[in-house]
């Protein structure tokens, strides 16, 4: 099984600035098949990035993935009020089971 | 336009079977490709995958919990339902349905693009 480690776990920022978080992975995900979301309270997961580096349909080019191997990162440049939520990695490269990181919550 | 929707008990008592309902549109099980996924969620804690179907009947499971699950299709109504069995508090959480990703260029890959609006469950006495 694939673990995923987040880091950090919590970050406080400032509207407007550019953030990176990590996602690392137990054994190195080929192809890229690592994938980012978005959840805000009481909401359901949102897709922002696929493969890796693909954005998803209506997600913003503030957010950008990018990484291979074990380690991945989800940029987002200039953030927006909106963008404060919690952000999960997942892998789809072995499988089952498909898992998803611990989350990294970006607070104001 | 895909959406997707779960249904069932809030409240199951331990040791119950739970079942959940997945009712969708705007896609069909089947589609070539096609699959759905069931994630859980507890309280303030991070996602977990539990199983998928695709549209050929072929099912996948967590491992940790494949003897409790099973998953099912019924294409005439577009459902999939969740079926786990020997509820136990620590599965108290909520569960969502999901479809299988699909790029622009049709290519699907098991992350997931549509997601429910989530149920929860408690399991309590």
């Known amino acids: 099984e694939i673990e995923l480690t987040q880091s950090p776990g919590t970050l406080s920022v400032s509207p407007g600035e550019r953030v990176t978080l990590s996602c690392r992975a137990s054994q190195s995900i080929s192809a890229g098949n690592l994938a980012w979301y978005q959840q805000k309270p009481g909401q359901a997961p949102r897709l922002l990035i696929y493969d890796a580096s693909s954005r998803a349909t209506g997600i913003p080019a503030r957010f950008s993935g990018s990484g291979s191997g074990k380690d991945f990162t989800l940029s987002i440049s200039s953030l927006q009020s909106e963008d404060f939520a919690v952000y999960y990695c997942?892998?789809?490269?072995?499988?089952?089971?498909?898992?998803f990181g611990q989350g990294t919550r970006l607070d104001i | 336009q895909i959406t997707l929707k779960e249904s069932g008990p809030t409240l199951v008592k331990p040791t119950q079977t739970l079942t959940l309902t997945c009712s969708f549109s705007?896609?069909?099980?089947?589609?070539?490709?096609?699959?759905v996924g069931w994630i859980r969620q507890p309280p303030g804690k991070a996602l977990e995958w539990l199983g998928i179907i695709h549209w050929d009947d072929n099912k996948r499971y967590s491992p940790s919990l494949k003897t409790r699950l099973t998953i099912t299709k019924d294409t005439s109504k577009n459902q999939v339902v969740l079926t786990m069995t020997d509820m136990d508090p620590v599965d108290t959480a909520t569960y969502y349905c999901?479809?299988?990703?699909?790029?622009?260029?049709?290519?699907?890959?098991?992350?997931?693009?549509?997601w429910g609006q989530g149920t929860l469950v408690t399991v309590s006495s």
């Open positions: 997942q892998q789809y490269n072995d499988w089952p089971p498909i898992t």
């Open positions: 999901a479809h299988r990703g699909r790029d622009g260029s049709g290519t699907y890959s098991p992350y997931f693009d549509y």
């Open positions: 705007g896609f069909s099980l089947t589609t070539t490709e096609a699959a």
